[in-house]
């Protein structure tokens, strides 16, 4: 029973680790600019209803990708600066999932009371905790 709760703590460990080489940083960056490009050209054309999903998840999987990218000096400072990110946006998404919903409907009842709906999609949830890491990771090493 030990050597398996070692070994299960031993993969725990190594997943929680698992990084990125620092060039994925602008493959990421270059798949969020052109799904965001892509986004807004979509807008002018008609396009099929899977459009939009992919585009998103393609997006969300760019920003996951800067995001677990290592920095060119990965040391101790980079991992703290990184999990006390996390945390952060962590914390503040949460807390823009619970407030986010009802602050939309509020405003869109006073709009268009009929059509007002209490709705919080994963994908801006998504967007906006790993938006928030990204920012809050940059932000303290530019700081330290």
Known sequence: MKDICESERSKLQRWGKFQLPNTY?????????????????????????WVKPVLR??????????????EKIE??????????????????GVLYALVQPYATYAIESLLDPGNAELDNGYFQVLLYILLVQILFFNALKRSS
Do not use: H, Q
């Not at 998840?57 to 290592?70: E, Y």
């Not at 040391?75 to 503040?92: F, K, N, V």
């Open 25 to 49: 940083k602008k493959i990421g960056w270059s798949i969020v600019i052109g799904t965001f490009l892509l986004m807004i050209a979509k807008k002018l054309v008609d396009e099929p209803t």
């Open 57 to 70: 998840n393609v997006m969300i999987l760019g920003f996951l990708m800067v995001s677990i990218s290592k």
């Open 75 to 92: 040391d101790e400072l980079m991992a703290s600066l990184r999990a006390t990110s996390y945390r952060l946006a962590l914390i503040i």
